[in-house]
């Protein structure tokens, strides 16, 4: 292991694309503590100090950020506009036909797509910072009104001012996209992927200093242990894969023969990532969006439906949130394997192609074969995506960490997924140079 990683450090274009990327990195984390112009710096300091381990309506969000969010830096977007434009691309393809027939026209049609997606995202970037500054701007940032400091964020509250706070934060989100894209380009690995990565592991120190702090060393290792085993399960699960064996057969070609090889199509237990996690989490925010805007701010009763969601879908401890949110990760889970994976496009394609799977006729024998395969693969996928997604949760029962626990939910998939597919990559490109790669 030491021999392989000491291999990457002598191999100079392999050298300069990590130390490329660690630059970038590095400037990443610098711009999400560098506070947007007219911000109180010492109250949101204050603020954040006086309401540690609160989990706002924007705790997600602060998540992807890195903390940046929640400090209203020059990067508190983040990365949360991209993510959310590249879902809303992906959806688009099953409403509008345009949007299909560019993704299967080849690079010229992902190119297509990836210029729609930049618009998309410097539009939402726009519309979450003004909702953001005007947030702020109420004192409700950090879910209360009661705290002096919490009131007065923006040293000064004009239209004007308000104006270039909004302007500063898009256009942090549309640098935070170009490098991602210089990342993917003159670096290792996935640009946008890595700054999700970068922003979550920013994350864990805080994170567990607060279980140490709050429950005592003790806690604190059989947290660490636990979040052990946890990683390796995740990495064993996210590895797992149906290989469904393609042939295809002999065809001649003037004199040559094509075809005749045998290969198979890999159909991950885990297809859906952390998208339904994510779904499932916005879906969740909006009864507690809607209630906190229905709360009376000069003191009397809320209504009897803005008290039910208070006490049963605001905080994560709950019985009934944790079921709803079980059971929202497997709904959503079926609902984008199935506009991701069409089970008919692979089955014409194998036919176009001469292929079919040992057993089954091709054309609709296969499709309805991989649909079925495909329903009972997503299955215990969805159950597992639902555990995870529950480790936070129970974390905030049991233990008092806030929603973000390291070791669980939206964190954990991003990062073990991240990391190996970062790893493959630079094995990858050892094997190119060296014929042996990093790993064994």
Known sequence: ?????????????????????????????????????????????????????????????????????????????????????????????????????????????????????????????????????????????????????????????????????????????????????????RGVGNGMSLLIFTSIAATFPGALGAIWAARGFEIFLLVLAIGIVIVALVVFVEQSQRRVPVQYAKRMVGRRTYGGSNTYIPIKVNMAGVIPVIFASSLLYLPALIAQFNTPTDGSAPPEWVTWIITYLTTGDHPLYMAIYFLLIIGFTYFYVAITFNPVDVADNMKKYGGFIPGVRAGRPTAEYLDFVLTRITFPGSIYLGLIALIPLIALATVQANQNFPFGGASILIIVGVGLETVKQIDAQLQQRHYEGLLR
């Open 1 to 185: 292991m030491f021999s392989a990683i000491a291999r990457i450090f002598r191999t100079p274009d392999l050298r300069r694309k990590i130390g490329f990327t660690l630059a970038i990195v590095a400037l990443y984390r610098f711009g999400a503590h560098v506070p947007a112009p007219f911000v109180s710096y010492p109250n949101v300091q204050a603020c954040l100090e006086q309401t540690a381990g609160q989990d706002g309506l924007l705790s997600l969000v602060n998540l992807f950020s890195g903390g940046a969010l929640l400090q209203l830096s020059i990067f508190a977007l983040g990365v949360m506009p991209y993510i959310t434009a590249t879902i809303i691309t992906q959806l688009l393809r099953v409403v509008i036909p345009h949007f299909e027939t560019l993704h299967k026209e080849g690079q010229s049609g992902q190119a297509r797509l990836t210029q729609y997606t930049r618009y998309l995202t410097i539009a939402l970037a726009l519309l979450q910072s003004t909702t953001l500054v005007t947030v702020a701007r109420s004192g409700q940032l950090f879910g209360t009104t009661g705290i002096p400091e919490c009131n007065n964020l923006l040293t000064n509250s004009s239209w004007i001012t308000q104006a270039m706070i909004i302007i500063t934060l898009t256009a942090g989100t549309g640098l935070i996209m170009w490098m991602a894209e210089l990342v993917t380009e």
